[in-house]
């Protein structure tokens, strides 16, 4: 079982978080102006990278707070986590977290 | 110690004679269990006697009284099941899973892939497949072998072995292909019974389960030399530390060990005197029969520890085992290592095991596993077996060494006590049927084999060298490498707060792993060592030689199987036709041939199977690939999983405030979600269709109650509540007044139906939300979601207030005569209160929030009230209601009143590919609102096809008929497959109401086609359906508006 940090509570396991999918996707500010395939990229293309990744969680059995993270998804370390609405951490990428699309 | 206690008790009989395989058998009838069964007649040395005077960790002074296969037996408080039968001469202790061959017990710890026994307290209490080597011996004990039939010593099964050359690796995939059928009705029950071990207990488990949850610095798995030595330097940096051993003792392979020294002590009393230092510390935690059985993400850790299964009779209640999930900042593994069997003809007989397990059943059990014995090793280790042997007075006819040489100081104390050493060995084969009685040698030379000497003997001890035990270092993610000199996988780079320390990373002398373990220690508290902790070590050194793969073998074909993988039957000839008919990778090999799969995971067999697929590809073992090292490490019971988890406790249950009276009401139950919710409500001798039948007609001409309290409401308060609306759900909330509600309909983005409700505005900056009963945790994560990550600017707060109120549905024509006489100061009438209007009022004293609301196609009104006067308002309205023709009724009724008007149901007409046209909803949809969440979808071509599945009723043409829900619909008649089908049923009643059966169905371009036949296939053929419009009964929708 993963520990994450909440930024709001600290050091909690894993089994009180959901998973939110990809973070710093931001919902257009006018669909209706979008053509299909802007759209649909938006509704459905996840970069879904091999590596560090940043993803939203949410402290769900918690304080409620959605917030994001970067992990690594080759070894499920969490590198960082920060509140919704503040840029991504500059981490140094090492070997391990060189993003690829694999 | 009395004589006797040493050589079981009289009554006994002659005890052993199973191993022996002298072939002069005899009919021994035992009186005290009424079985018969066929002894050999013991040779002297096999009559229980095996014995040592003295020495080892068993107290002679506590005789233990056992049975294993109904025999009586007698061992000493320490023993295993394994050392005290060995002590009594038996070594044939089961049958193997594929061939039935005789085995006995290879090992002396957790990795033993053959000594697999049934043991059992009561009929309750049977647990199958313990390996005999771990179950610790208590007064009373009972076991059996397995996979026999009708006894150990003569096993129908055995013609197996006779028949294996019908059985080659992949012999289910080639043979029971045909005929196809066959498969599920003859090949795979027989298949079933014929493979296996231990039967699984049918029995409920009577026993309490527990689980903890600990936090420390430092987690000690392991307890040998660098164990101790780790947990010593990191509580003596003041750090909180657990130590676990699977074993009884702590001590690992020093209880084995007569020979070393410690700070001039013996192993047994350094391991006493630093247990003793650690108890003294209160800052750590000591779990001895506790198995590390699974390493998890970021340093979690599962350990199970077995807490009754060594006493005789565990008190009532008593927990039998405890889950632990240990959450360890740092974690030493000491795991130890594992001897590696070799691999030679015949090398699976009774009587044949591991070098360094005969060690231990010597100097920690005090058991002599034979009394002439021949060694067959590939390191210096065995050797040291021999010298105590010897000591003890075993004969040890000789040392077959593989190796070409044998130079060390060991080798030489072992040529300078008159033990014979034979380099350049090999094995030719072994005889001996119930228990080996002969083995022959073969020469190497130049790589020739050629034949060797020749001995008869009771027991053959093999030694391959060392497996460190990687397995939780390769289950925390851990990076292996291979080590060439080694022969074996270390661990590499680690992926957690974790060092390896001692044997389990190939650091295999004693002096070694000691300091090694106390630079782990020290490395993984958070301070400084206060003390650094040296220990003098007096011990013989043993080299780290060992062997991979099989023997050499002469090219002629050998007489017997080679073994790879004792618990599986895979043999070297399996490996063989597997990499010959083109597998390659190991993890291919491991399924073919299923080495490795069996419940020991391959502990003593992976590398051998992996050398030997490695050598007949003729590339390096690495290359071969690594199989997954899997959690658990040992099998751990379901029992301590569940924990408490179980019946009642199973999963949470949540009830409504009117639970107990439907339950004195006899009404019966469904579950929704985790609710318990009141289906019907049978009067007399009632099925469920007769009582949906009498309440659904009761609603519709008088009126009926329903619970609903398990409907979700969300509050959405706030300056932006309004807006929050608009911008979520598909309709417009702008212009809904206060004390008015709307049905709702919220999408996702993609423009799919997600959850429905109605919702009420109860003030101008409040809306009352509610949800399906399922969908509450959703709808509320979604809307906290876009507030707290779109919009975060928006005034809105959300709170569930689904368990502040109990909601009474009062429906049919008779509802307003029924609230009119409790409720306080509100006008129930038609004009004051019309269809979808709230009003916050009293009611029976207490306040509410009354919604002119139905789900029924009636008049009708539901009554939310805090949950806590629930029951009582519950009451006093279906008192009120008796004088109207009120009837109580459940969720199937209320399933059938809602689909004869058409009203959806959330994930049962819907099925998360349908958008609010599909489902004929796009009147509800706000026309003039720029946006909502899923609105940009609509609006791809897709989603407005006019062949998209639409909602439609259908009418069977036999009135009686009522439809499957999920069967299919097709336009066309008298298909077989592959069939054009156009849509299915979604909801299908028989209506008492209507006199006929009406159903739900999502067809493709279902709105064209009224009106039209179309047919639904059944395995009896089709069944012809009429499409109309969803809403079946009051089109108009004068009665809800009465």
Known sequence: MLLIVCPYCGKRPELEFTYGGEAHLTRPERPAELDDQTWTDFLYMRTNLKGLYAERWRHARGCGRFFNALRDTTTDHFLATYKTGTPRPDLPVTASTAGSRK | MSSENTHGAPSNGPGAGHGTASGHATAVHHASDGHDAVHHAPQRSHDGNLRVANGGRIDRSRALQFTFDGRHYTGFAGDTLASALLANGVHLVGRSFKYHRPRGILAAGSEEPSALVTVSRDAYRVTPNLRATQVELYDGLTAISQNRWPSLQRDVGRVNDLLSPFFPAGFYYKTFMWPKKAWHSLYEPFIRRAAGLGEAPTLPDPDRYAQRYAHCDVLVVGSGPAGIAAALAAADAGARVMLCDESTEFGGSLLGDVAARIDGE?????????????????????????????????????????????????????????????????????????????????????????????????????????????????????????????????????????????????????????????????????????????IALGKVKDGVVSPGQTFDCDAVLMSGGFTPAVHLFSQSRGKLDWSDHLKSFVPGRSAENERSAGACRGVFGLAEALSDGTAAGAAAAPGPSRLTRQFAVDVEICGDDAYLGALPAPTTKPKYKSFVDWQHDVTVKDLNLATREGFQSIEHVKRYTTTGMATDQGKTSNLNAMAIVAQKLDIALPK????????????????????ISRGDLFDPVRTTPTHEWATAKGAVFENVGLWKRARYFPRGSEDMHAAVARECVAVRNACGIFDASTLGKIEVVGADAAEFMNRLYINSWTNLGVGRSRYGILCRDDGFIYD?????????????????????????????????????????????????????????????????????????????????????????????????????????????????????????????????????????????????????????????????????????????????????????????????????????????????????????????????????????YASSVLGYSIALALVAGGRARMGQTLYIPMPNGDLEVEVTAPVFYDPTGARING
């Open chain 2, 266 to 438: 013996t192993g047994t009393d350094w391991v006493a005197k630093s247990i003793a230092t650690l108890q003294a510390n209160p800052r750590v935690t000591l779990l001895p029969r506790t198995t590390a059985f699974g390493y998890f993400p970021h340093n979690l850790i599962g350990l199970n520890e077995r807490l009754t299964d060594h006493l005789p009779a565990p008190a009532v209640g008593q927990t039998r085992e405890r889950l632990w999930q240990v959450r360890a900042t740092s974690v030493v593994l000491a795991a130890g290592a594992i001897e590696r069997p070799l691999v030679f003809p015949g090398n699976d007989r009774p009587g044949i095991m591991l070098a360094g397990a005969a060690q231990i059943y010597l100097n920690r059990y005090g058991v002599q596993v034979g009394t002439r014995v021949v060694i067959v090793t590939a390191a210096d280790g065995a050797y040291q077996t021999a010298l105590d042997l010897q000591a003890s007075g075993v004969t040890v006819l000789a040392i077959a060494d593989v190796r070409a040489a044998a130079g060390g100081p060991l080798p030489t104390a072992a040529r300078r006590a008159g033990i014979d050493v034979l380099t350049g060995s090999t094995v030719l084969g072994t005889e001996g049927d119930l228990r080996v009685n002969h």
């Open chain 2, 624 to 643: 071969v690939g690594l199989t997954t090292f899997r959690m658990p490490y040992t099998p751990v019971s379901f029992g301590s999983f569940a924990g």
């Open chain 2, 756 to 988: 429905d409700g109605v919702v009420a505005r109860i003030a101008p900056d409040r809306f009352h939300v509610t949800t399906t009963t399922g969908g509450a945790p959703r709808v509320l994560a979604m809307m906290e979601d876009y507030r707290q990550t779109e919009w975060p600017d928006l005034k809105v707060w959300l709170t569930s207030t689904t368990e502040q109120w109990s909601v009474i549905a009062v429906q049919g024509p008779n509802s307003r005569q029924v609230l009119e006489g409790l409720v306080e100061g509100i006008d129930l009438s038609a004009a004051a209160m019309p269809h979808m209007s709230v009003v916050k009022g009293r009611i029976c004293g207490v306040p509410t929030l009354l919604f002119r609301v139905s789900f029924t196609g009636e008049l009708g009104f539901e009554v939310n009230v805090p949950a806590d006067y629930g029951a009582a308002v519950w009451e006093a309205i279906y008192a009120a209601g008796q004088k109207h023709g009120m009837v109580e009724y459940g969720t199937e009724t209320m399933h059938v009143l809602r689909a004869e008007k058409g009203y959806i149901i959330v994930g049962q007409d819907t099925d998360g590919t349908v958008t609010p046209d599909d489902g004929g909803l796009t009147w509800a949809i706000g026309k003039t609102k720029a946006d909502f969440v899923g609105k940009r979808s609509l609006e791809r071509p897709s989603m407005k096809a006019a062949n998209r599945k639409q909602l439609v009723g259908l009418r069977t043409k036999d009135p009686k008929v009522v439809l499957d829900e999920g069967a299919q619909v097709a336009a066309k008649a008298g298909q077989t497959p592959p069939m054009e089908l156009i849509g299915h049923v979604t909801s299908s």
